[in-house]
C-alpha cells in the first residue's frame, strides 16, 4: 500500500479549464491531495518515503469520471439478454469481473442510474469496503418506469420488476418505492421518462408532470437527488420543472425546456456516445441497420442546444453509457468528450472540464472530486502525450502512464480481464436467417423466397 506519491515535473490539467501549467509537482498522503506547485518547491510538502512519479514530457490531471455507466449490464448485446439471461448473482458476479477495466482505463469514479435486479448499493459498498477493486461508485437501484414502458418495449411487465427496471403504476406506487429504494441505499433516483411504444416513431413522455414531481419530493425531502431519461423535448421541459436535478440525454430539448433547467439548476448528461458509436462504427459490428445518418442526426439536432446551455453555465456532464455492446466497459469512457469538441465546439480544456470537474455533480461530491487542487481526493491520471491539444489521446489505454485511485498506483501491467462465453449468458437464436424451401434447394437464385 502506497502512503503517499510525489508525482514531479509534469504539465497540470487541474479539471477547471484552466491553461495547462508546466513543470508542476502534485503530493498525495493517503486519498488526498496536499500540495500542487511549481516543481522545485514543494520538498518540505513532501512525506518521508513517498513514491516518485516523474511526469516530465507528461500531464497530470484528475481520473476520468463517468456520468452514465451502466456496470451491471455485461456489455450486452440485445434487451433479451439484459432482462433475462443475467440471473442477479451471475449479473453481480460479472460486475466485480468488470470493474478493474476501468481503473486500468483511466475511469475513478463513476454514476450507474439503474441496475440490475437493484444490486448497485450493495456493489458500490463491497467495492468501498476494499474487497474487491474499483473505482468510487455512486449509484441508483432500478429505473422507476411507468406501465407504458421504457426502451425495451413489451419486455417490460405491467407491474413488478424485472433487470434494471421498476414498474410503477400510480402516485402511491411512485412514492413508495422512492422511499424503498433509499432505504436501500440509492445515491440517486431515476425516471424514465419517455419510452417507446409500437405505434410512435421515436420516445415519447410516459411520465405526467405530477408523477415526476411526486417521485422528485420524496426523493428530495430525504435528500436524495433525480435523474430522468429523457428522450425528447416535453419530457426534458417537465422533468426540469418537477425537479429533476440531472437530466439524461435531453434529446431534441427545446428554448422552453432549457429555461427551466437554467431556471432550476439541473444539469445535463447528454450521453451522445452510444449514437456515436453507433454511427460511426456500427457496421462493424452488424449494428447499423443502414440508420447511420438518423443516429447522426439525432447528435446534430441536440449538439446545437447542448452548446448554448453549455454557454448559459449549465453544468454538462460527460457520460458514456458504457455496458452495452457498442460501448464496452474501458473502451469509450473517454470517447464522450470528442463528441463535445466536434459537435459541441468545445476546446478539449473545457470537454476534460465536463468528465472531471463537472462529473462530481453526479458523484454528489462537488469540491471533493475532479478537480487537482489541494484538499481534493487523490484521483490522477499520468498521461503520455497532451490531452489539452486532443482529447483523444483519454482514448487509448497505452497513453496512460499512471492512473491513481484512492492514493494507490492501478497495477497497469496486469493482463486485461478476458473470460469465455458462461452457459446460458446469450439469447439462442435457432438461425440468424430464416431457411425457406428455396434458400435450401436454389441458393443461387437471386430472386428466392
Ligand atoms: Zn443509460
Redesign the pocket.
Known amino acids: 500500500m502506497v502512503a503517499a506519491l510525489h508525482i514531479r515535473n509534469g504539465t497540470l490539467v487541474d479539471g477547471t479549464g484552466a491553461a495547462p501549467l508546466p513543470g508542476t509537482d502534485v503530493v498525495t498522503d493517503g486519498d488526498a491531495i496536499i500540495a500542487v506547485g511549481p516543481t522545485g518547491t514543494l520538498g518540505h510538502r513532501v512525506p518521508a518515503g513517498a513514491a516518485v512519479i516523474d511526469a516530465t514530457d507528461r500531464t497530470v490531471m484528475p481520473g476520468l469520471i463517468d456520468s452514465?455507466c451502466?456496470i451491471t449490464f455485461d456489455d450486452v448485446q440485445s434487451n433479451d439478454e439484459l432482462f433475462f439471461h443475467r440471473p442477479t448473482a451471475t449479473a453481480a458476479m460479472l460486475t466485480l469481473f468488470n470493474l478493474p477495466k476501468l481503473l486500468m482505463a483511466g475511469v475513478t469514479s463513476f454514476f450507474d442510474?439503474?441496475t440490475v435486479m437493484g444490486i448497485g448499493p450493495e456493489i458500490r459498498d463491497v467495492v468501498n469496503a476494499g474487497a474487491f477493486p474499483g473505482p468510487r461508485i455512486k449509484t441508483g437501484v432500478q429505473a422507476l418506469l411507468t406501465s407504458v414502458g421504457g426502451t425495451a418495449g413489451r419486455l417490460i411487465p405491467d407491474s413488478g420488476a424485472v433487470g434494471y427496471a421498476a414498474v410503477v403504476n400510480n402516485r402511491e406506487e411512485m412514492v413508495t418505492e422512492t422511499r424503498r429504494q433509499i432505504k436501500r441505499g440509492a445515491d440517486w433516483i431515476k425516471i424514465h421518462a419517455t419510452g417507446s411504444i409500437p405505434t410512435h416513431q421515436g420516445e415519447l413522455q410516459v411520465w405526467t408532470l405530477d408523477e415526476m414531481k411526486a417521485v422528485c419530493d420524496t426523493a428530495h425531502a430525504l435528500g436524495v437527488p433525480v435523474t430522468a431519461?429523457c428522450r425528447n423535448a416535453s419530457s426534458t421541459l417537465d422533468a426540469a420543472i418537477a425537479g429533476v436535478d440531472l437530466i439524461?440525454h435531453a434529446s431534441y430539448i427545446d428554448d422552453d425546456g432549457l429555461q427551466a433547467i437554467i431556471d432550476r439548476g439541473a444539469a445535463i448528461c447528454p450521453?451522445f456516445t452510444f449514437l456515436a458509436n453507433l454511427a460511426d462504427y456500427g457496421d462493424r459490428v452488424g449494428a447499423g441497420n443502414g440508420m447511420t445518418e438518423i443516429f447522426r442526426g439525432e447528435i446534430t439536432a441536440t449538439a446545437t442546444m447542448m452548446r448554448k446551455a453549455f454557454d448559459e453555465g449549465v453544468p454538462i456532464l460527460s457520460g458514456s453509457?458504457s455496458g452495452f455492446a457498442l460501448t464496452p466497459y474501458g473502451h469509450w469512457h473517454a470517447r464522450e468528450m470528442e463528441v463535445f469538441v466536434d459537435q459541441l465546439g468545445l476546446t478539449p480544456l473545457e470537454a476534460i472540464m465536463c468528465a472531471t470537474k463537472n462529473n462530481a455533480i453526479a458523484m454528489r461530491m462537488e469540491g471533493e472530486l475532479g478537480v487537482v487542487a489541494e484538499g481534493y481526493r487523490a484521483d490522477l491520471l499520468v498521461v503520455d502525450g497532451r490531452p489539452a491539444d486532443d482529447v483523444t489521446v483519454l482514448q487509448d489505454r497505452s497513453n496512460l502512464h499512471a492512473v491513481i485511485s484512492r492514493g494507490e498506483p492501478v497495477d497497469l501491467t496486469q493482463p486485461w480481464p478476458t473470460r469465455s462465453k458462461i452457459a446460458g449468458e446469450k439469447v439462442g437464436n435457432w438461425a440468424a436467417e430464416i431457411l425457406t424451401y428455396d434458400r435450401a434447394k436454389r441458393p443461387d437464385d437471386p430472386g428466392r423466397g
Open positions: 452514465h451502466h442510474p439503474d431519461h439524461l450521453t453509457e
